[in-house]
């Protein structure tokens, strides 16, 4: 008759493992374990196998799996809220409102035109940021801000953000801007939700080019974007 050690999954050997691991080292309530990764290489098993023996270990009690949102979670939400955004900013828009947006877009040529990599970037965020507040909504004004603070604070949209600094994503990013001024200076409410859902679509394939799946920070959140006809005006 086979031992009980001798019927055990992969997985829940590898439970066994982490948590031996857990006692030997000893780690303090609320401290980080080592990536899945690292995990993985220590015990020479794949990171399949460490996930799903971490998921054992929670269902115990004995670690607490937590996944803070990255940086394509946070992308795929402004891209929801900013094309919602940019399309009621169409109807709302005032000529001071567009005056705005032409400033900050000439403020971020400025800054392509003299910028080294890794140059300001006031000009990106004041374009935005002058569409929000021509909804003069404070709300929507208020999430966009939270929004753009939650993307500086993410270690990983730093690290990704870093190697954007070639200006020949920034000048096609800018390509964008003024495509969505055109459309709010239309006043076309459709346009501008495609183009700002366009634009946003287009810094998630260059982010996706410099992304490392092994990085502790990557969030494995790599929706599938909505074919533009159906992104509803």
Same mark, same amino acid.
């Given at each position: 008759?086979?031992?009980?050690?001798?019927?055990?999954?992969?997985?829940?050997?590898? @439970?066994?493992?982490?948590?031996?691991?857990?006692?030997?080292?000893?780690?303090?309530?609320?401290?980080?374990?080592?990536?899945?990764?690292?995990?993985?290489?220590?015990?020479?098993?794949?990171?399949?196998? !460490? &996930?799903?023996?971490?998921?054992?270990?929670?269902?115990? @009690?004995?670690?607490?799996?937590?996944? @803070?949102? @990255?940086? *394509?979670?946070?992308?795929?939400?402004?891209?929801?809220?900013?094309?919602?955004?940019?399309? *009621?900013?169409?109807?709302?828009?005032?000529?001071?409102?567009?005056?705005?947006?032409?400033?900050? #877009?000439?403020?971020?040529?400025?800054?392509l035109a003299s910028s080294a990599p890794g140059g300001s970037e006031s000009g990106?965020?004041?374009?935005?940021?002058?569409?929000?507040?021509?909804?003069?909504?404070?709300?929507?004004?208020?999430? *966009? &801000?939270?929004?753009?603070?939650? &993307?500086?604070?993410?270690?990983?949209?730093?690290?990704?953000?870093?190697?954007?600094?070639?200006?020949?994503?920034?000048?096609?990013? #800018?390509?964008?801007?003024?495509?969505?001024?055109?459309?709010?200076?239309?006043?076309?409410?459709?346009?501008?939700? #495609?183009?700002?859902?366009?634009? #946003?679509?287009? !810094?998630k394939q260059r982010l996706l080019e410099f992304s490392n799946v092994d990085d502790i920070y990557f969030d494995g959140y790599? *929706?599938?974007?909505?074919?533009?006809?159906?992104?509803?005006?």
């Amino acid at each position: 008759m086979k031992s009980n050690s001798s019927q055990q999954r992969p997985y829940q050997e590898v @439970g066994a493992m982490i948590r031996d691991l857990i006692v030997q080292t000893p780690y303090r309530p609320g401290e980080r374990l080592p990536p899945e990764r690292e995990i993985a290489e220590r015990l020479n098993v794949t990171r399949t196998v !460490v &996930r799903e023996a971490l998921i054992m270990l929670e269902i115990k @009690g004995l670690v607490e799996v937590r996944r @803070g949102a @990255g940086p *394509f979670e946070l992308l795929q939400a402004r891209q929801l809220l900013e094309s919602n955004i940019a399309e *009621f900013a169409a109807l709302q828009a005032t000529r001071e409102d567009i005056i705005k947006m032409r400033q900050a #877009l000439q403020l971020e040529e400025r800054e392509l035109a003299s910028s080294a990599p890794g140059g300001s970037e006031s000009g990106d965020m004041q374009f935005h940021l002058a569409i929000a507040e021509a909804t003069h909504n404070s709300m929507l004004v208020e999430l *966009f &801000r939270q929004s753009w603070q939650w &993307r500086e604070n993410n270690p990983m949209w730093l690290q990704l953000h870093s190697h954007l600094g070639d200006t020949l994503y920034r000048k096609e990013w #800018l390509v964008d801007h003024k495509q969505i001024l055109a459309a709010l200076i239309k006043k076309d409410a459709r346009a501008a939700k #495609l183009a700002m859902w366009q634009h #946003l679509e287009n !810094v998630k394939q260059r982010l996706l080019e410099f992304s490392n799946v092994d990085d502790i920070y990557f969030d494995g959140y790599l *929706f599938e974007s909505w074919p533009l006809d159906n992104v509803d005006a």
